[in-house]
């Protein structure tokens, strides 16, 4: 798997999932690869036994935990889950975990983009051979939303709302019907959903809203609010995590400096509450202070590092990429952004060291 960027969560989690197998005793639904007790744990963490041991599940998703565990009831009925937030709070994250658990795929997705088109959702035709056969089951181009349906597994809809409304639409007769109905095919066009089969969709509050969704659409879908991670120390053990998942990928042999990622989780905390530790009030950029932002933050110093400087981390390489994730969207981001820094001088060099370095490498503060 060292070729691949970034593989399935199924494949990267392929030895948890398997300890999971191993030790299930909860009561499973139908088509379901594991107990929606053994895929919380899954998602958020544990010990199990296996016959060959205890094994340790990882945790990846922070924040919510009763938010999790509803997701999966969710999926376990007749309604999809619908998982709506700003951009960064995992909820790809959070959609691809739970497939992968559930059903043992996390790649039978569609893309929602102002393009989509209704056949990308249904399905489509190979044209060649839809002339030299005709309309068979052979020239047919399942979606995934069909191929969910046919195996019995989640079809996921990633970024739903950038979708027009009436091609959203389409969803409706397939959730409330579990059907989808191929008159190409005359009598055998008929597909009905096996059990197992669910839909995930995601949606940022940022684009276009889940205000333009119908509300029959709407009312076919469990609706779950993932909010940003708001406690500090989480929002650390994020950035340690995957930015060593990075660096491996990456094939960068640094390792992570859990105090910078401190030094970051705080900045991206506190610009994002609109106040310091001590209460001071500062001005939120416009621009989302995401979690996952941080991250990419933290990664893009590492790489500096790695490729230019001999490995020597550098404070001042950091705030220049932050400045840069920070004000891409409105230049006025700046002014709050020094602010900030200008504030956090004030109240944070007491506490020393890696602060002081960081607050006067800043060129925010010249
Ligand atoms: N609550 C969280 N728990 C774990 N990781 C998180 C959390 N919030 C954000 N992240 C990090 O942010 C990354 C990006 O999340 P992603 O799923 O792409 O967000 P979204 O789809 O909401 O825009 C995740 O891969 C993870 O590293
Ligand atoms: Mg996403």
Same mark, same amino acid.
């Given at each position: !798997?060292?070729?691949?960027?970034?593989?399935?969560?199924?494949?990267?989690?392929?030895?948890?999932?398997?300890?999971?197998?191993? =030790?299930?005793?909860?009561? @499973?639904?139908?088509?379901?690869?594991?107990?929606?007790?053994?895929?919380?744990?899954?998602?958020?963490?544990?010990?199990?036994?296996?016959?060959?041991?205890?094994?340790? /599940?990882?945790?990846?998703?922070?924040?919510?935990?009763?938010?999790?565990?509803?997701?999966?009831?969710?999926?376990?009925? =007749?309604?999809?889950?619908?998982?709506?937030?700003?951009?960064?709070?995992?909820?790809?994250?959070?959609?691809?975990?739970?497939?992968?658990?559930?059903?043992?795929?996390?790649? &039978?997705?569609?893309?929602?983009?102002?393009?989509?088109?209704?056949?990308?959702?249904?399905?489509?035709? &190979?044209?060649?051979?839809?002339? =030299?056969?005709?309309?068979? @089951?052979?020239?047919?181009?399942?979606?995934?939303?069909?191929?969910?349906?046919?195996?019995?597994?989640?079809?996921?809809?990633?970024?739903?709302?950038?979708?027009?409304?009436?091609?959203?639409?389409?969803?409706?007769?397939?959730?409330?019907?579990?059907?989808?109905?191929?008159?190409?095919?005359?009598?055998?066009?008929?597909?009905?959903?096996?059990?197992?089969?669910?839909?995930?969709?995601?949606? &940022?509050?940022?684009?276009?809203?889940? &205000?333009?969704?119908?509300?029959?659409?709407?009312?076919?879908?469990?609706?779950?609010?993932?909010?940003?991670?708001?406690?500090?120390?989480?929002?650390?053990? /994020?950035?340690? @995590?995957?930015?060593?998942?990075?660096?491996?990928?990456?094939?960068?042999?640094?390792?992570?400096?859990?105090?910078?990622?401190?030094?970051?989780?705080?900045?991206?905390?506190?610009?994002?509450?609109?106040?310091?530790?001590?209460?001071?009030?500062?001005?939120?950029?416009?621009?989302? !202070?995401?979690?996952?932002?941080?991250?990419?933050?933290?990664?893009?110093?590492?790489?500096?590092?790695?490729?230019?400087?001999?490995?020597?981390?550098?404070?001042?390489?950091?705030?220049?990429?932050?400045?840069?994730?920070?004000?891409?969207?409105?230049?006025?981001?700046?002014?709050?952004?020094?602010?900030?820094?200008?504030?956090?001088?004030?109240?944070?060099?007491?506490?020393?060291?890696?602060?002081?370095?960081?607050?006067?490498?800043?060129?925010?503060?010249?």
């Amino acid at each position: !798997m060292d070729n691949f960027i970034k593989p399935p969560v199924e494949v990267r989690y392929a030895d948890e999932l398997a300890a999971l197998a191993a =030790s299930d005793k909860g009561r @499973r639904p139908e088509n379901w690869k594991l107990s929606p007790r053994a895929v919380r744990t899954f998602i958020l963490g544990g010990k199990v036994d296996t016959p060959s041991g205890k094994a340790e /599940i990882s945790k990846k998703f922070y924040g919510n935990d009763s938010l999790v565990e509803r997701a999966i009831i969710t999926l376990a009925g =007749s309604r999809g889950l619908m998982l709506v937030g700003e951009p960064g709070t995992a909820k790809t994250m959070l959609s691809e975990l739970l497939s992968a658990a559930c059903c043992g795929v996390s790649t &039978n997705t569609v893309q929602g983009t102002a393009g989509t088109t209704e056949d990308m959702i249904k399905y489509s035709w &190979n044209y060649a051979l839809l002339l =030299s056969k005709g309309p068979c @089951r052979e020239a047919l181009v399942p979606s995934p939303l069909l191929i969910g349906m046919e195996q019995g597994i989640f079809a996921r809809f990633e970024e739903i709302t950038r979708t027009p409304a009436e091609i959203q639409d389409s969803l409706i007769s397939v959730m409330s019907d579990q059907i989808l109905n191929i008159p190409e095919l005359g009598d055998d066009g008929l597909v009905l959903a096996r059990q197992g089969f669910n839909i995930i969709g995601t949606a &940022n509050t940022r684009d276009k809203g889940v &205000n333009e969704m119908s509300g029959a659409l709407k009312r076919r879908f469990n609706f779950e609010t993932v909010e940003p991670v708001r406690d500090v120390k989480q929002e650390k053990e /994020i950035i340690i @995590r995957e930015a060593e998942d990075m660096a491996k990928a990456g094939h960068i042999d640094m390792p992570v400096d859990t105090d910078v990622a401190e030094l970051l989780a705080v900045t991206y905390h506190e610009l994002r509450e609109g106040r310091t530790a001590d209460g001071t009030v500062v001005e939120r950029p416009s621009a989302i !202070m995401s979690t996952a932002e941080a991250v990419s933050v933290y990664f893009q110093a590492l790489s500096h590092a790695w490729y230019y400087d001999d490995s020597r981390f550098d404070l001042g390489i950091l705030t220049e990429i932050l400045v840069g994730a920070v004000c891409k969207e409105n230049r006025e981001d700046l002014a709050k952004l020094r602010a900030y820094f200008r504030t956090a001088s004030k109240d944070k060099t007491k506490e020393g060291g890696l602060w002081k370095t960081y607050l006067s490498s800043s060129k925010l503060l010249k």
